[in-house]
């Protein structure tokens, strides 16, 4: 069963950075495009940032400037550089990607989630 994990989550006061990582956790082929999302309380589920395969990255307009998205395709992990954190940034944050196995087939994974809090 392929999972994805995230770390890096945590409080940092405004203006802080924190950056985000999701790994797969077993053996895979490959993966394909790779999304950032977050939800906030009482809020919709959004995407910050998506980065293909072969590196093209798209970015929410509150993001921009602030987030970069990044992926390691070696070691099949992707990150999130979040700089210049505002209190709007608090949120579950979750990693979401299309993965390929070894058996050709491609299936979507989320990972468990990570709070980033962001406070003084």
């Known amino acids: 069963q392929v999972q994805l994990v995230e770390s890096g989550g945590g409080l940092v006061q405004p203006g802080g950075s924190l950056r985000l990582s999701c790994a797969a956790s077993?053996?895979?082929?490959?993966?394909?495009?790779v999304g950032w999302y977050r939800q906030a309380p009482g809020k919709e589920r959004e995407l910050v940032a998506s980065?293909?395969?072969?590196?093209?990255?798209n970015y929410a307009d509150s993001v921009k400037g602030r987030f970069t998205i990044s992926r390691d395709n070696a070691k099949k992990t992707m990150y999130v550089q979040m700089n210049s954190l505002k209190p709007e940034d608090t949120a579950v944050y979750y990693c979401?990607?299309?993965?390929?196995?070894?058996?050709?087939?491609?299936?979507?994974?989320w990972g468990q989630g990570t709070q980033v809090t962001v406070s003084s």
């Open positions: 077993e053996s895979i082929f490959s993966i394909n495009n």
């Open positions: 979401n990607a299309d993965v390929i196995t070894y058996d050709g087939a491609m299936t979507n994974y």
């Open positions: 980065i293909s395969r072969g590196g093209r990255t």
